[in-house]
C-alpha cells in the first residue's frame, strides 16, 4: 500500500472512530440546533425507551398533523436507532398516542378535566396503563398544543429522562413569544453577527429557500409563535404590494407552526416626498403631504394599506413601531402624542384582531438631561389613552440593552397599559458572536426582581405575564441573534440563547440551570461531568462578561457605533448622550452618574422601597452602584476594599473567569464533537484576548482620574 493510502485508511478509521463516539455522527455544523436526534448512547436508556416506544399514531389531517407526524418520525427514528412507524390512526399495537382531546381514540384515557387550564396552546403528557400495556399520549385542546406538546416529548427522551416520571402539563405563561428581527431589506442585519438575514427578498415570491421552513420549525420547538421580519428602522418600501406578496409567502409557510407574522413599520409611509433617516434617504411609498395621524387621509391610507395585508395575510399579527426614536419619523412631528400615533394604527389594525407595538425607546434630550429617564417622562403620562390592542413595548432597563441595568421603571408604573418585554438576544454590547456568554441568567435577574409595583412579589415576569396588573394582553419580545450563518447564530453557544429566550418566554420560572442542562443534553453531550463543566462554564460567563466591561453599574463605555471594544474615553459623538464619558463621568475625585434625588433624581421613578435604597451610596446594592452615584475612588465598598481597588479587582475577576472557561474547554477536547471543540476553543481564545483588552484599557484609563496604582491582590 502506497504511503498515502495508509494515510487515508488511518484518517478514515480515526473518522470512524470519532463517529462511534460522538452520538451525534459526523462533523456537527451547529445546522441542527437543539434537534440533532442523534441515536441515544445509553444503552440502559435506550433500552428502557425502545421497549415502550414501537409504534405511535398522529390523529388529524392538517397541516400541523402532518408536521408533528414528520416530527415524531424522524425524532424517534434518530433517537432509538430504529424505525418507529407514526401513522395517522390508533391501532391496537400503538403505544404512543398523539391526540386532540376532542378525538374519539383517546375516549377515557386521559382526565380532561386537567387540560380546562391549558388553553389553545398549552399541553398534557402522560404515561398510563390500559388492558396491561403501557401508552404515552400527547394531548391538548387545539393542534398547537399538540405540537409543542411532541417538542416537549422529543425534548424529554432527548435529554434522558426516566419515563417513570413522565407526566408533564404545561402551558405558556405569556400570550405573544416574538422574535424581533433587525432585519434590511438590503439583506443585512443590523446588530447581526451570524451573516445575512435568512429573508431573500430579491428571490420571493417564487423561490421557497427551505431554510424557511427550518426556522419555523426551531421557533415552534421553543413556543415562539410570532415573528417581527423587518428591522424597527423600517424602510417604508416593506408595504409595497410586492413586498406584502413576498410576505405572504413567508407567513403561508410558518403558519401551520403556529407562527404569525408581523412588520415593523415606518411612520411616514404614507407620503410621497423623500426624507432622510440618519444619513440614509427614504421614499414613503404613498401620495399623501403628510403623516400627521389626525389627518383623515392618512388614516385612511392606513386602513387601505391595512386591509390589503389582511387580505393576503388572514392572520398577520400587526405593526411594531419605532416612532420619533433616533431620528426615526412619528406622531411628534406633528405635535401629536405616541398615543395619538398608536391608536390611528390600533383603529385599523382593531377590526382583523391584529395589535400595534408601540416602542418605548425613545430618549430625546429636550425631555430630560438624564437619558435614563426619558422613556418614563414621555410614556407615563399617557397611560390610560392607548387603545386595547396597542402594547408599550420596552426594553428591559432604561438605558440601552447593557451588560448590566437596573429595570426599566416604566414597568408597573402604567396599570392601564400592557407591557411588553424587549429582550435582546443578539450581543450587541456583549461580545457579539465572538464572546460565550449565556444571557438567560441576564434575563432572570430582570425577570425576577420585585419592582414593588404593586407591593412584594410585583417581579418584572409577573408584571409581564400579567399576574400583578390585570393585563389584557401579555407580550415579550427577543431581538434575534439570528443569521444565514451555517449554524445561525455564529457562535455555537449563542445558540444557547436563542434556546432560552423561548423557553423563558414559555416559562419564566424555569431556572438558567435547567435551561443549560436540557440545551447542553440536546446539542453537545450527556456525559454527567462534561455537562456539569460547560454549565458551569454558561452560568458564570454573563458576570465574568459585566466585571471584564462594565462592572458596579458602569455602563455605555463601549466602542462608539460598533459597540463591540472598550472606549471609555470617547468624547465627541453628535450627540452626548451617545458617549462613553457623559455615562461614567470619571473626575479626579471619583466616577459615576449622580441619578440620586441630589443629582438626576432617576432614583425617584422607582417604586418603594427601591426609590430610598438605590438614593444613598450606602443602601445601593453594589452592582449598580455607578449606575446611581457619583462614589469617591477612595469610598469604602462592603468588601472593605476602596472603590478603586473593588473596580480593579472586578476587572482581574472578569478575565480570571475568561481565563477558566478556557481551561474548561481545552479539557474537554475529545469529549464533545471535534467540529463544534475547534470552532468554540476558537471563539474563546478571541474572548481571553479581547477581554484582557477591555481590562487593561478601562484601567489605564480610568487610572488617569484615580491617579492610583493599579491594584490586584496576586500582582506584586
Ligand atoms: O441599541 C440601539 C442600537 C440600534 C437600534 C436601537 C433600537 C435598531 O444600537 O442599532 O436600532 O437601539 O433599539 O431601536
Not at 400595534?356 to 417622562?377: G, I, L, Q
Not at 450587541?428 to 414593588?452: C, I, N, R
Request: contains cysteine; glycine residues 8%.
Amino acid at each position: 500500500m502506497q504511503f498515502s493510502r495508509i494515510v487515508v485508511v488511518i484518517l478514515m478509521i480515526g473518522f470512524f472512530c470519532e463517529c462511534e463516539r460522538f452520538s451525534h455522527g459526523q462533523a456537527d455544523d451547529g445546522y441542527e440546533l437543539w434537534m440533532k436526534y442523534g441515536t441515544i448512547q445509553d444503552t440502559a436508556v435506550l433500552d428502557s425507551y425502545s421497549a415502550e416506544i414501537r409504534a405511535a399514531a398522529v390523529t388529524g389531517q392538517s397541516p400541523t398533523c402532518s408536521i408533528i407526524r414528520d416530527e415524531l418520525h424522524r425524532g424517534l427514528a434518530g433517537l432509538l436507532g430504529k424505525v418507529v412507524e407514526v401513522s395517522d390512526s390508533v391501532t391496537g399495537q400503538t403505544d404512543v398516542i398523539v391526540a386532540c382531546c376532542s378525538c374519539k381514540a383517546l375516549g377515557g384515557l386521559v382526565d380532561k378535566t386537567r387540560l380546562e387550564t391549558l388553553g389553545e396552546e398549552g399541553y398534557l403528557i402522560q404515561r398510563i396503563e390500559k388492558a396491561g400495556r403501557r401508552m404515552i399520549v400527547v394531548t391538548a385542546n387545539e393542534e398547537m398544543g399538540l405540537l409543542y406538546g411532541t417538542f416537549g416529548l422529543l425534548r424529554f427522551l432527548q435529554t434522558g429522562k426516566n419515563l417513570n416520571n413522565l407526566n408533564l402539563i404545561s402551558r405558556p405563561r405569556i400570550h405573544y413569544r416574538l422574535l424581533n428581527h433587525w432585519d434590511n431589506l438590503d439583506g443585512t442585519v443590523e446588530r447581526g453577527y451570524a451573516g445575512k438575514s435568512l429573508w431573500k427578498w430579491k428571490e420571493l415570491p417564487e423561490k421557497k429557500d427551505s431554510r424557511y421552513t427550518d426556522y419555523a420549525r426551531a421557533n415552534a420547538s421553543i413556543g415562539i409563535n410570532g415573528t417581527v421580519l423587518n428591522n424597527v428602522n423600517a424602510n417604508p418600501v416593506i408595504l409595497k404590494p410586492e413586498y406584502i406578496e413576498k410576505v405572504s409567502v413567508l407567513a403561508d409557510i410558518f403558519r401551520p407552526y403556529g407562527i404569525r407574522v408581523f412588520l415593523s413599520i415606518n411612520f411616514s409611509s404614507p407620503v410621497s416626498a423623500d426624507f432622510e433617516i440618519n444619513g440614509n434617504r427614504r421614499a414613503g411609498i404613498g401620495d399623501l403631504p403628510t403623516s400627521d395621524p389626525m389627518d383623515p387621509r392618512v388614516r385612511a391610507w392606513w386602513k387601505n394599506k391595512t386591509r390589503e395585508i389582511y387580505d393576503r395575510i388572514p392572520d398577520f399579527g400587526g405593526f411594531l413601531v419605532k416612532a420619533n426614536s433616533e431620528g426615526m419619523p412619528g406622531p411628534q412631528d406633528y405635535d401629536r402624542s405616541h398615543a395619538e400615533g398608536a391608536n390611528m394604527l390600533a383603529e385599523a389594525l382593531a377590526p382583523y384582531g391584529g395589535l400595534v407595538m408601540w416602542r418605548a425607546f425613545v430618549y430625546n434630550a429636550e425631555v430630560d438631561a438624564d437619558r435614563a429617564k426619558r422613556a418614563y417622562c414621555e410614556f407615563v403620562p399617557l397611560d390610560g389613552q392607548f387603545e386595547p390592542n396597542v402594547f408599550v413595548q420596552s426594553k428591559n432597563g432604561p438605558v440601552d440593552f447593557q451588560p448590566r441595568e437596573p429595570i426599566q421603571p416604566l414597568f408597573g408604573a402604567m396599570p392601564q397599559t400592557p407591557l411588553m418585554l424587549e429582550l435582546q438576544i443578539t450581543q450587541e454590547y456583549l461580545g457579539h458572536s465572538k464572546h460565550l456568554v449565556y444571557l438567560a441568567p441576564m434575563w432572570k435577574e430582570y425577570l425576577e426582581f420585585d419592582t414593588y409595583a404593586g407591593g412584594k412579589g410585583s417581579s418584572l415576569a409577573r408584571i409581564v405575564d400579567g399576574t400583578v396588573l390585570p393585563y389584557t394582553m401579555t407580550g415579550i419580545a427577543g431581538v434575534s441573534n439570528i443569521g444565514n450563518d451555517r449554524n445561525w447564530t455564529g457562535h455555537f453557544f449563542a445558540q444557547a440563547n436563542w434556546f432560552a429566550f423561548g423557553r423563558l418566554a414559555w416559562d419564566h420560572t424555569l431556572t438558567s440551570e435547567a435551561i443549560a442542562d436540557d440545551w447542553i443534553r440536546m446539542s453537545l453531550t450527556w456525559q454527567e461531568n462534561t455537562v456539569a463543566e460547560i454549565r458551569n462554564m454558561m452560568l458564570h460567563s454573563r458576570e465574568a462578561c459585566v466585571n471584564y466591561m462594565t462592572p458596579l453599574g458602569l455602563h455605555h463605555i463601549m466602542q462608539a457605533d460598533f459597540h463591540y471594544g472598550p472606549q471609555p474615553g470617547y468624547s465627541d459623538a453628535p450627540r452626548r448622550d451617545w458617549t462613553s464619558v457623559y455615562y461614567h463621568r470619571a473626575d479626579s475625585v471619583g466616577i459615576g452618574f449622580d441619578r440620586s434625588s441630589a443629582g438626576s433624581g432617576a432614583v425617584k421613578q422607582y417604586f418603594s422601597p427601591w426609590r430610598e435604597l438605590f438614593d444613598s451610596p450606602e443602601t445601593c446594592p453594589e452592582k449598580y452602584l455607578l449606575w446611581f452615584h457619583h462614589v469617591p475612588w477612595d469610598f469604602t465598598m462592603r468588601s472593605g476594599h476602596t472603590l478603586w481597588e473593588e473596580i480593579c479587582s472586578h476587572y482581574f475577576a472578569g478575565t480570571d473567569t475568561v481565563d477558566s472557561m478556557v481551561d474548561t474547554w481545552t479539557a474537554l477536547e475529545g469529549q464533545v464533537n471535534p467540529a463544534v471543540f475547534r470552532h468554540v476553543a476558537g471563539r474563546l481564545s478571541i474572548q481571553q484576548k479581547d477581554a484582557a483588552i477591555w481590562r487593561d484599557s478601562c484601567l489605564n484609563y480610568f487610572q488617569g482620574f484615580s491617579n492610583k496604582a493599579i491594584y490586584h491582590e496576586y500582582s506584586p
